[in-house]
């Protein structure tokens, strides 16, 4: 499963407006890029696809693919104030950059 916090729901229902997609699910994928790092994507998506997992979090529909799922299962999608600049961050205890931060 995936979870928004409540100031990511309001960043995408926003971002949602302005462009018009409302109501439209939120899809979440993520790649392994040759480094060995997990790169993450985002995007409204109203397709179904044959195996998508959907969510709701916050309100919010989320799809994600069989084929991401594994590697996003338990990820956090928050959107936080990161030196003065507001980003979206994923925490997710499947990626081995976050792994190697993790203390203890």
Known sequence: MITLTPEAAQLIRESAKQTSMQGMP????????????????????????EGDNLFTTEGIDVVVAPQSMEQLNGTVIDYVDIEGKKEVIFINPN??????????
């Open 26 to 49: 939120l899809r979440v994928a993520v790649t392994l890029t040759p480094t060995g790092e997990f790169h993450y994507a985002l995007g409204f998506d109203d397709t179904n696809r």
């Open 95 to 104: 990626d081995p950059a976050q792994k190697d931060n993790t203390p203890g």
